[in-house]
């Protein structure tokens, strides 16, 4: 155990649990992978983003020209990729007599191909926008690009040769990048066609999503986050079962909590591990969650053991936001994530997330027998009477949030998900809220991944496929090889980072839909 | 012996001379050199291209300094350098959450830091600026860039971080490169401090230069010509003495004549030796110019009569030119360098190289008793006869060449060298351009070169003094450190590529003074 102080935080460095972690650290599995053609990024008004690729030849005919100056060409690999580039050029003509200079856009989807990164101006680090550009002195050249890209599109660009000679790329190609275990995943041969569709894309996105950690996404943040984590770890129980990875994870965590024991909304690994120092309240709550899915999947009691008090203290530390009446102060300092909706009030959806992991927490203290499991049924107890009384509108039939008693999607969702109601009570709430649809919605694949669950345990099964093949169906009528971070049917051209080319096309909390189809046996 | 057949040329590979050029590689020398200061580029319309440095902090303090977004700065390694780049960065603030975008943008001139590169449109490849845009995904960093730059300022623009975090530059360091054995050179005291500096920049210049093998300028080309050997050549005598690299250098052309035996102005020497398909009158014939000079320099008796057939060679291919009157046949199928100046016809000057290289072909000859040596003799007398009969206008009182009876500086200045009039008409022809000043003048240090040592070899020292004084320490007060490719003290932003931009500011034709003012004593 050592203590470091940083610029806005104090970590308390668990060296066993890092240790722990570092042991679990997987082998990727490479797969080499060959772009399949070389399209044409072409506009069409009647497509999401405006633009569409188009196959022109055969990526096997690449070798067959030769590029000078202002040369471009687009390589589709055919599906999405995680990966490293290796391009093989060679010069045609007079001997080389000056470098060439070779620009390259990287992108998930035609829209990185066409529109120039240079006119963004979304409030994400421009950085992110996946491109080099480099030099070669000497032909031949095997350029194996050292940084890993997600994409499944790449624009080539010959800004200069001389006008002596001009250059012949020979070959192209990704070595593709999983920690997930592809062959363990069993095929199921779903009589509707559309959801065998749904679940394949889930599989896709979450393995690409599998790298030394659960990353949120391959492009963009390439990073653990604790809520993600969850929904991650769920679909890789249902498919892939690699199940240490989630032990890495739940460790890393563990290993950097700060002086009072509260574990970080995420983690970087490289160099080492750092804890950010972004803590979400929801966020730190969904470590008893995703410590109480691991240990149900694997019946690691050892792990539960030695990660109980790190879980049992993220309940505590929440429980420390309850005010007197046992609701959790709304006030302006706090942060809890619940969704990307704007004006969305937190505090009725946390209280539920609150109650939904105490509830888990209290599972795995009967698991344990611990010391802790009574209080805890008698906290939650009060906790849950107190949301009834005080958060639940009874002219409205809705549970209100925050000052403004704001009725939100998101607090009836996770009301019905914490199981504050009976079966029969959550089923006529979501059939209202379906039917009402108070304004303030739900933004992201993340929120309805909860929506769907929602549904379903409140029996509604029906009605949760027609959702999700409204919006994970419509995805892929939008060109989704993996699943997307954000995604609004209504406005399809919606980033909250000022600009879709930023968006993460292949998002790991839009996987769940192969959790929700085998687990509930869709 | 091997026979390559290429797009354009055939070549005939002599393995036994290239494999004596590889053993000859040198080892380079390695040397640390740290920046001096921080610099501002300002706009001052009294100097050249309209840009100056002012230092405004010791680099020493540029890891007091965090950099966001748009964070600039330029640094100044305080002198000339040809090596490779390491930058050590670290972040400050929260943990980096987004790769950090830096362009370098890396010049031997205050311009090159002013003028956007992006604006460049020379005819040479633009891919010879000097640039680099990375990412950097992990800190702390140690970048190590792969690439070999010449330079004395590199700026840094950070284009995005994100706003969580800044970077910090820890250090930044050259690795320099020369094969020149520095400590060999016997320092001068010269009693005039202009001479005194013209001999160190030259010095400077041609270690810059010294490489692999004599390139003729580290920033571009970065290539061996045969005409800027012989120059180099002659400097290394007078200076580092490092005369393996100018054996070298005359195997590797002599590695890959054509298949009529003709050597090629360069050579590439990456990834593997490569003739280039430019093919210049003067240039083959400067191979027995160049192993004259070097049979002088070191007795190397072995290294002449291995190499005596190839340069025979280049002489027997250039008499093929001649005309019935010994006269070198005019006509748009050839092409010989002798200068850049625009409108310049090359029949005389060429003619005048002809005659000079014959002269040391024989002195060449003589020494190994050759055969050849009094066929020459009854050649070279032929033709100096033709060239007064037919290429001195007894009129004018000068050298006129081609069709329109060209009177042009260059004619004047090879005749001069090339001995076909006596001391006394020499100095009275020199005299005479120099007074009348013919409209075709000359635009290079090369030319410039030949100049000061016709007037050198017609005995006028000073007249020779006060033009190097003129060229070469113009440019100096100018602000060159190492002497450029280019300099015309009349028109300082003139290019002969579009831009100054694109111009090599260490340039191998331009440091002969030191070799001029050592072997003349001036």
Excluded at 3 to 24: S, W, Y
Excluded at 241 to 252: I, Q, S
Excluded at 467 to 478: H, L, P, R, S
Excluded at 494 to 521: E, M, Q, V
Aim: hydrophobic letters at 40%.
């Amino acid at each position: 155990m050592s203590i470091q102080k940083l610029e806005n935080q104090v970590i308390v460095r668990n060296e066993k649990f890092i240790e722990t972690a570092e042991q679990l650290k997987p082998q990727l599995h490479e797969t080499i992978v060959k772009p399949s053609s070389i399209v044409e990024i072409k506009a069409d008004s009647n497509v999401i983003h405006g633009w569409k690729s188009e196959a022109v030849a055969p990526a096997s005919s690449l070798a067959d020209s030769e590029y000078g100056k202002n040369g471009s060409f687009v390589l589709d690999f055919g599906d999405h990729q995680v990966g490293y580039l290796t391009i093989k050029i060679r010069s045609a003509g007079s001997p080389p007599d000056a470098p060439l200079k070779l620009k390259l856009t990287i992108g998930e989807m035609p829209v990185e191909m066409a529109e120039p990164f240079e006119n963004y101006s979304g409030w994400l680090s421009s950085s992110w926008l996946q491109e080099e550009t480099i030099f070669v002195d000497v032909f031949p050249a095997v350029i194996s690009l050292p940084r890993r890209y997600s994409f499944r599109y790449v624009k080539f660009d010959v800004i200069d040769t001389s006008p002596k000679y001009r250059v012949v790329f020979e070959s192209v190609e990704c070595k593709a990048v999983t920690s997930a275990n592809i062959n363990a995943v069993q095929k199921i041969s779903h009589q509707d066609e559309e959801l065998q569709k749904i679940d394949e894309i889930s599989i896709k996105t979450l393995a690409d999503c599998m790298q030394d950690v659960f990353e949120d996404g391959p492009k963009r943040d390439r990073r653990l986050w604790l809520g993600d984590l969850r929904l991650q770890a769920l679909a890789n129980y249902q498919t892939f079962g690699t199940n240490d990875l989630v032990k890495r994870c739940l460790y890393l965590f563990a290993g950097v909590p700060d002086d009072k024991g509260k574990v970080p909304a995420n983690v970087f690994v490289a160099p080492q591990l750092i804890a950010d120092d972004t803590y979400l309240f929801d966020y730190s709550l969904f470590f008893a969650a995703s410590l109480h899915d691991y240990y149900f999947a694997t019946s690691d009691l050892e792990t539960l053991k030695e990660l109980w008090p790190t879980a049992y203290r993220q309940v505590e530390l929440a429980l420390e936001r309850l005010d007197e009446n046992k609701i959790l102060k709304d006030t302006p300092d706090w942060w809890s994530f619940i969704d990307w909706q704007e004006g969305l009030n937190k505090q009725a959806p946390s209280q539920a997330v609150l109650i939904y992991t105490m509830k888990q927490a209290i599972r795995l203290a009967e698991e344990l027998n611990a010391a802790e499991k009574d209080s805890l049924k008698d906290r939650l107890a009060e906790i849950e009477e107190a949301t009834k009384t005080y958060l639940w509108d009874e002219k409205q039939q809705f549970f209100i949030s925050g000052s403004d008693c704001q009725v939100s999607w998101a607090s009836q969702i996770w009301m019905v998900l914490a199981g504050v109601l009976t079966k029969e009570e959550n089923k006529k709430l979501m059939k209202r809220l379906l039917a009402e649809n108070p304004a303030v919605g739900i933004a992201t694949p993340y929120m309805y991944h909860h929506l769907i669950e929602a549904l379903l345990v409140s029996g509604e099964k029906e009605l949760a496929i027609a959702e999700m093949k409204n919006y994970w169906g419509g995805m892929i009528q939008d060109g989704a090889d993996t699943f997307w971070e954000l995604y609004d049917p209504k406005n399809k051209d919606f980033s909250p980072y000022g600009s879709h080319l930023i968006n993460s096309y292949c998002h790991a909390w839009s996987c769940t839909p192969t959790y929700l189809i085998r687990k509930y046996d869709l």
